[in-house]
């Protein structure tokens, strides 16, 4: 059964901080990577995408992809207090429609 | 552009009863999906229709589950009879053909929120 893990924190960073979120998944043949943002009641809001290996850079927002390692992350440069959510990671297969979720990461950036 | 529209926001009936979940994909996506979230699980794949066409069910859990996408435009989803353990907030997506994406970038809704008394 594919999974994808991610720590469920809470994270807390103090603003102006990088925060670091990180997820693990097991199908490796997991070809897509996709980060989202949700607030409390609100819809998954895609941040970015990745799918080739090494870092992919989009404002303060940086996707890193190892699939040796089958591990990718999210990094935010400057945390603000509106970073505040849970962040989703979800993978997808080659030719594959579905998104397999984590549970979530919730991120708590202090002012 | 208007996003994706899930309605009602929240329903709250009893253990047998049936409930219709309403989605309104972004106009010209020819792809929509319905995805559920039981507390303190992920989010889980429901099915994926392509125009009027189910393409995957996989995620179905089922057969009390229905889903229709009539003339490929809005999609409903039925649950009869209403169990406790399908309360949930089930989200609709939609995505455009990959061929113009490059990768499959689902826009959601903000979810419709099912409880089971």
């Known amino acids: 059964q594919k999974e994808v893990e991610q720590n469920s924190g809470p994270l807390s960073v103090p603003e102006g901080a990088i925060a670091s979120l990180n997820c693990t998944y097991s199908?490796?043949?997991?070809?897509?990577f996709f980060w989202y943002r949700q607030y409390s009641g609100k819809s998954p809001e895609l941040i970015m995408f990745?799918?080739?290996?090494g870092d992919k850079e989009d404002g303060r927002f940086t996707a890193q992809l190892n699939k040796a390692s089958q591990y990718v992350s999210l990094l935010i440069r400057d945390s603000q207090p509106s970073d505040s959510a849970t962040y989703l990671c979800?993978?997808?297969?080659?030719?594959?429609?579905?998104?397999?979720f984590g549970k979530g990461t919730k991120l708590s950036v202090i002012p | 552009e208007a996003g994706v529209t899930q309605f009602p926001s929240h329903s709250v009936i009893e253990k047998g009863q049936t409930v219709t979940l309403r989605c309104d994909p972004i106009?010209?996506?020819?792809?929509l999906y319905w995805y559920r979230r039981v507390m303190g699980k992920e989010i889980k794949f429901l099915l994926h229709?392509?125009?009027?066409?189910?393409?995957?069910e996989s995620g179905m859990p089922n057969n009390r589950f229905l889903a229709e996408r009539t003339g490929g435009t809005y999609s409903t989803l039925k649950v009869q009879p209403a169990e406790l353990e399908d309360s949930g907030v089930y989200f609709c997506?939609?995505?455009?053909?990959?061929?113009?994406?490059?990768?499959?970038?689902?826009?959601f809704g903000a979810g419709s929120r099912l409880t089971v008394l």
């Open positions: 997506a939609s995505s455009q053909d990959l061929r113009f994406s490059g990768a499959n970038v689902l826009t």
């Open positions: 199908d490796r043949g997991s070809q897509s």
């Open positions: 990745i799918y080739s290996n």
């Open positions: 979800a993978v997808t297969g080659a030719g594959s429609y579905q998104l397999t």
């Open positions: 106009s010209g996506h020819d792809n």
């Open positions: 229709f392509v125009k009027e066409s189910k393409q995957d």
